[in-house]
């Protein structure tokens, strides 16, 4: 079963950036479809953006414009950029198959000034 540790999160002020890593176990990476959730406090965990094995990606409209997934099959690891952040992308950020899997400790992500 393919495991994901999430790292890269922080505290950061309103309008600063971040970027996210997530590396795989598996030997098949390139294979996997893989997703950026994240957990707002009080909230359910959403899917913020996802990329294919096929280097497609998509969005939820909250991040389009100010995140960027990408992948690097050689390390096993998608990462998200997030730029131009918000308060309101405060949470813990974890990442996954689209399809499921197991769920990592997941990295905070704390925009405040």
């Known amino acids: 079963q393919v495991q994901f540790v999430e790292s890269g999160g922080g505290l950061v002020q309103p309008g600063g950036s971040l970027r996210l890593s997530c590396t795989a176990s598996?030997?098949?990476?390139?294979?996997?479809?893989v997703g950026w959730y994240r957990q707002a406090p009080g909230k359910q965990r959403e899917l913020v953006a996802a990329?294919?094995?096929?280097?497609?990606?998509n969005y939820a409209d909250s991040v389009k414009g100010r995140f960027t997934i990408s992948r690097d099959n050689g390390k096993n690891t998608v990462y998200l950029q997030m730029n131009s952040l918000k308060p309101e992308d405060t949470g813990v950020y974890y990442c996954?198959?689209?399809?499921?899997?197991?769920w990592g400790k997941g990295t905070l992500v704390t925009v405040s000034s």
């Open positions: 990329i294919f094995s096929d280097g497609k990606t």
């Open positions: 996954n198959l689209v399809s499921g899997g197991h």
């Open positions: 598996g030997s098949i990476f390139s294979f996997y479809n």
